[in-house]
Structures are given as structure tokens and as C-alpha cells.
């Protein structure tokens, strides 16, 4: 059973930057770690991932986030950050850690086998 902890949400003006984190209870370094977000009366919908495969980190990003955020992994702190530059309203949502207990691509949110209770991220206009 892994235990995720999202931390870092919190209300910031259009064009700023927040970093969410996300701790895990433990090793994942073989899991393929996402973040999605859901915003109210929208479906959860899929925003980064990484996993760690033989010749480094592969990441996958939604066209909406592409060039904003970054998603990053410290597999020695079992930690997955999310930083989030240049902010707009339409990025306003809850931001969910997740895990998937293989490397394998996928974005769809029913493909992760592990979730965290969700951190609110508000981007003011």
C-alpha cells in the first residue's frame, strides 16, 4: 500500500509560479508518478508524469500545461514536485498526486492504482 501527500496549493495571482509536492509513504521509484487536476463540475483530467526508465526520467505532459509546468522526482525522498510557472485562471483546480505501479505511459486517471486526498490550487485574474 503506498500513502501519497499532496502539500503546496494555495491562491497566486495570474502569472505566478507555485510548486506542489508529493510525498509517498513508500519506495516508488519503480511507479510511474502523475499529477492530475480537477476542477469543479470538469472530469479529472490528466497534467504530468514521470518514470524513471533505464536511460533516465521519462515525462509526459498535456498540451495545456506543455512548456509551464515541470514534474520532477526525488526518488531518495520518495517526493514528486510539480512546478507550476506562468499560471492562468483555466489552471484553477484540486491537483492530485497519483501512482501507477509500473512505468508504463498512460493517462487516463482509472490506469493509477494510488491517489492523495488532493491539494486546491486557485490562480486569481
Known amino acids: 500500500q503506498v500513502q501519497l501527500v499532496e502539500s503546496g496549493g494555495g491562491l497566486v495571482q495570474a502569472g505566478g509560479s507555485l510548486r506542489l509536492s508529493c510525498a509517498a509513504s513508500g519506495r516508488t521509484s519503480s511507479y510511474r508518478m502523475a499529477w492530475f487536476r480537477q476542477a469543479p463540475g470538469k472530469e479529472r483530467e490528466f497534467v504530468a508524469a514521470?518514470?524513471?526508465?533505464?536511460?533516465?526520467?521519462?515525462?509526459d505532459y498535456a498540451d495545456s500545461v506543455k512548456g509551464r509546468f515541470t514534474i520532477s522526482r526525488d526518488n531518495a525522498k520518495n517526493t514528486v514536485y510539480l512546478q507550476m510557472n506562468s499560471l492562468k485562471p483555466e489552471d484553477t483546480a484540486v491537483y492530485f498526486c497519483?501512482?501507477?505501479?509500473?512505468?508504463?505511459?498512460?493517462?487516463?486517471?482509472?490506469?493509477?492504482?494510488?491517489w492523495g486526498q488532493g491539494t486546491q490550487v486557485t490562480v486569481s485574474s
Open positions: 497519483a501512482a501507477r505501479l509500473d512505468i508504463l505511459s498512460r493517462r487516463g486517471p482509472y490506469e493509477y492504482d494510488y
Open positions: 514521470a518514470a524513471v526508465v533505464w536511460n533516465g526520467v521519462n515525462t
